[in-house]
């Protein structure tokens, strides 16, 4: 069946440095790409989206190109502030017979210190 | 342009107890998704209601079951509930090319 792995965390970063998650997925077909960021005590919430092979997704300084060679959506950001500190999760949307359902990765947790 | 609600945010119920969660969904969108979350976990798929029908299902037993109404608002259901359920129960609703929009979640805990 589809699945998607994600780097495990916590991954502990200083304010202004490089974060790279990874992602990787196993899907037949064509999925649409997702990665959303989940606060605490709080729901999901998208932060960036791809569709078809090579998109690239951004928002919020973040970014993702959706690879379909080496089935990846890595996430990257190239300077990250303390308020970034959350729950990432990869996750990867099939549509069959009309309807859809997201699978999720495990989520990797970012913690970004001053 | 509202968003998904869910209520209630957290709630405490007793083992063999059932339990009613809610979610009123983003204005537009006629299509609602559970998920069930739990602690250091992704989300878990429970299924879909399109039109008022189920019309997809994760791997969950039969004592999850749901519906949706007319104005595209939903519930979940759980009986005979489990210590296993304690989790984060989410909500998300979505219209075809419009993407999912979550809710805060309701907090179950069984005891």
């Known amino acids: 069946g589809d699945s998607v792995t994600q780097m495990e965390g916590p991954v502990t970063l200083s304010e202004e440095a490089f974060l790279t998650i990874n992602c990787t997925y196993t899907?037949?077909?064509?999925?649409?790409l997702f990665w959303y960021v989940q606060y605490p005590g709080e729901g999901l919430q998208l932060l960036l989206k791809a569709t078809k092979a090579d998109d690239k997704g951004s928002n919020k300084g973040f970014e993702a190109t959706y690879r379909k060679e080496t089935t990846s959506f890595h996430l990257e950001k190239g300077s990250v502030q303390v308020s970034d500190s959350a729950v990432y999760f990869c996750?990867?949307?099939?549509?069959?017979?009309?309807?859809?359902?997201?699978?999720f990765g495990a989520g990797t947790q970012v913690v970004v210190t001053p | 342009e509202t968003g998904v609600t869910q209520s209630p945010t957290h709630l405490i119920k007793t083992r063999g107890q059932q339990v009613t969660l809610r979610c009123s969904s983003q204005?537009?969108?006629?299509?609602v998704s559970w998920y069930q979350q739990a602690l250091g976990q992704g989300p878990q798929f429970i299924f879909q209601?399109?039109?008022?029908?189920?019309?997809g299902r994760g791997n969950f037993p039969p004592r999850f079951s749901g519906l949706q109404f007319p104005n595209y608002s939903s519930e979940l259901n759980v009986n005979a509930l489990e210590l296993d359920d304690s989790a984060l129960y989410l909500c998300?609703?979505?219209?075809?090319?419009?993407?999912?929009?979550f809710g805060s979640g309701t907090r179950l805990t069984v005891v």
């Open positions: 998300a609703s979505s219209k075809v090319g419009y993407g999912y929009t």
């Open positions: 204005s537009g969108h006629n299509t």
């Open positions: 996750a990867l949307l099939k549509i069959t017979d009309s309807w859809g359902k997201l699978q």
């Open positions: 209601y399109y039109r008022e029908e189920e019309n």
């Open positions: 899907a037949t077909g064509y999925p649409s």
